[in-house]
């Protein structure tokens, strides 16, 4: 198992709350972007324990709440952008 570091920033605004969640482990390759949300869906970097439904189920979760998730993958980390809009 390989570690890495992660980090986690809260703020709040008058629209929305946000959660950033930087992980520096290993990024997501670019061509699988756009499908990271699909259901049974594995990655390239995928640990050969995945199943491919974490990152589905939480976008599913994230949007029934009112709220969005986004990914940004660099060269040397990950971070995904979650916004709960306040009605």
Do not use: W
């Not at 890495?4 to 629209?15: G, H, L, P």
């Not at 929305?16 to 949300?37: A, Q, T, V």
């Not at 324990?49 to 990914?71: F, M, P, Q, Y």
């Amino acid at each position: 198992m390989q570690f890495s570091e992660v980090y986690i920033k809260y703020f709040k605004n008058n629209v929305y709350s946000c959660i950033e969640i930087k992980n520096f482990g290993n990024p997501i390759d670019e061509k699988d972007l756009p499908h990271i949300f699909e259901r049974f869906f594995k990655g390239k970097n995928s640990s050969l324990e995945s199943i491919g439904i974490g990152l589905a189920l939480s976008k599913n979760i994230i949007e029934k709440d009112n709220g969005t998730i986004l990914v940004q993958s660099q060269d040397d980390y990950t971070n995904f952008i979650i916004k709960y809009f306040d009605l």
